[in-house]
T-cell receptor, first 110, second 115 residues
């Protein structure tokens, strides 16, 4: 079993839809949880960062962490064509080594 | 503030050759991590350097090595290249202070093609 599993996708939604992206993990040592967005031919860009269970909101983005279920989610409200990218969940424990999900490619249709 | 820069952006090598990739972190950042990204395996951690010392290492063979200089710039080297080393190599930098895990900021990557 991989340490981090991410829904494989790809995912295609119409503009304005609510998008839900999910990851599960098996390593209880993970304490810090991140979502990165990666556009084609670019490096990953940090979207959200959280270290506690619960919800964290930033504009149209909400990150949700459930440590008891080892499950994290990213919600995108009012999705836009500019949100079309690959989304990667990442997590780490006490050291700096990030463990990533495989990523899911999202396409938002105008 | 300038972001993480990586050079070169693209590289073509043949099997058996070696390659050196360079990363300049964000000014003031002292930790540099390297990752390999492939379609099959996704993003995988290679190693992390802090204050010129390797602090963490991933599960890659000894052909993959790195170093960090006193100005925090880092290089990674891959010797005896194999076809499977074709990938996007990403560098990430972070501030290191006591307390919470610091955010890592990624560069654009170096795309390596091994023929």
């Amino acid at each position: 079993q991989k340490e981090v599993e991410q829904d494989p996708g790809p995912l295609s939604v119409p503009e304005g839809a609510i998008v839900s992206l999910n990851c599960t993990y098996s390593n209880s040592a993970f304490q810090y949880f991140m979502w990165y967005r990666q556009y084609s031919r670019k490096g990953p860009e940090l979207l959200m960062y959280t270290y506690s269970s619960g919800n964290k909101e930033d504009g149209r983005f909400t990150a949700q962490v459930d440590k008891s279920s080892k499950y994290i989610s990213l919600f995108i409200r009012d999705s836009q064509p500019s949100d079309s990218a690959t989304y990667l969940c990442a997590m780490t424990g006490a050291n700096s080594k990030l463990t990533f999900g495989k990523g899911i490619t999202l396409s938002v249709r105008p | 503030k300038a972001g993480v820069t990586q050079t070169p952006r693209y590289l073509i090598k043949t099997r058996g050759q070696q390659v050196t990739l360079s990363c300049s972190p964000i000014s003031g950042h002292r930790s540099v991590s390297w990752y390999q990204q492939t379609p099959g395996q996704g993003l995988q951690f290679l190693f992390e350097y802090f204050s010129e010392t390797q602090r963490n290492k991933g599960n890659f063979p000894g052909r993959f090595s790195g170093r960090q200089f006193s100005n925090s710039r880092s290089e990674m080297n891959v010797s005896t290249l194999e076809l499977g080393d074709s990938a996007l190599y990403l560098c990430a930098s972070s501030l290191v202070t006591s307390g919470l895990q610091e955010t890592q900021y990624f560069g654009p990557g170096t795309r390596l093609l091994v023929l």
